[in-house]
């Protein structure tokens, strides 16, 4: 943090710091600890969906919703943050139009199994 006046120390900061970031996100994208939650909603592959993430050994919920269309239904899956996109990839082979959210879960009750194969 000293001669931060000269432009060329200022820039090496910047860069040194960005980079670091990018390095710090990389690495804890490719540990991936912690669990998400993904929402998924399909229009005409909800029953698809849930029976294909179960014969995975996934556990799902499903929440009835009511959208702009009329009624959907809401696919609720708890899993580890590192099988995230396996369990999207499943997804996008059975309808690739589905709308997919995925939120930092923190379990506070409860257990949460891993994959029961």
Do not use: W
């Not at 970031?21 to 909800?46: A, D």
């Not at 919920?61 to 959208?67: A, C, V």
């Not at 009329?70 to 139009?97: P, S």
């Amino acid at each position: 943090m000293q001669h931060l006046d000269n432009v060329i120390n200022l820039f090496g900061y910047a860069a040194g710091f960005g980079i670091g970031n990018i390095m710090g996100i990389t690495i804890e994208q490719k540990i991936g600890l912690g669990f998400v939650q993904l929402n998924i909603i399909s229009r005409h592959f909800t029953d698809q969906i849930a029976n294909t993430l179960r014969k995975l050994k996934y556990g799902v919920t499903i929440l009835p919703g009511e959208g702009g269309s009329g009624g959907v239904a809401i696919i609720v899956v708890i899993t580890a943050r590192k099988v995230q996109k396996k369990i999207i990839e499943e997804i996008e082979k059975i309808d690739k139009d589905s709308f997919i959210t995925i939120q930092h879960s923190l379990p506070y009750r409860g257990f949460i199994h891993g994959s029961r194969k």
